[in-house]
C-alpha cells in the first residue's frame, strides 16, 4: 500500500504563495501519475492538478489554471504543488495521492494521508 505524507500548508494572505509537498513510499513512484486534491468544509473533494509519471504531461483543474503548478522530483519520490495568488476559495485541506493515468485520477488507488490544511484570509 503506498503511504502518502502532505505538508507546506499554512495560513497565508490573499494574493500570496505557498508550496506543497507530498513525500511517497515506494520504489517505483516514477512510474505513477501523482495528482494534488483539495476538500473545503462541506464539500467533496476536488481534483486540482495532475502529472504524468515523467512530468511530461499536466492536467489542472480550470479555477486553478494559471495560478497553481505542479511538478515531481522522482529521485526523492516527491510531488509538489506551487500555488500563487491565493485566494479565500482556495482555502480547503489539499491531499495528495497516486494512479496509474490522467484519465484515472478522480479514481486513484493510494491510502488518503492526512492532508495539510491552506488558509487564505487577510
Known amino acids: 500500500q503506498v503511504q502518502l505524507v502532505e505538508s507546506g500548508g499554512g495560513v497565508v494572505q490573499p494574493g500570496g504563495s505557498l508550496r506543497l509537498s507530498c513525500a511517497a513510499s515506494g520504489s517505483i513512484f516514477r512510474i505513477w501519475t501523482m495528482a494534488w486534491y483539495r476538500q473545503a468544509p462541506g464539500k467533496q473533494r476536488d481534483l486540482v492538478a495532475a502529472i504524468t509519471g515523467g512530468g511530461g504531461t499536466t492536467t489542472y483543474a480550470d479555477s486553478v489554471k494559471g495560478r497553481f503548478t505542479i511538478s515531481r522530483d522522482n529521485a526523492k519520490n516527491t510531488v509538489y504543488l506551487q500555488m500563487n495568488s491565493l485566494k479565500p476559495e482556495d482555502t480547503a485541506v489539499y491531499y495528495c495521492?497516486?494512479?496509474?493515468?490522467?484519465?484515472?485520477?478522480?479514481?486513484?488507488?493510494?491510502?488518503w494521508g492526512q492532508g495539510t490544511q491552506v488558509t487564505v484570509s487577510s
Open positions: 495521492n497516486v494512479g496509474h493515468s490522467i484519465a484515472t485520477m478522480r479514481d486513484p488507488f493510494g491510502s
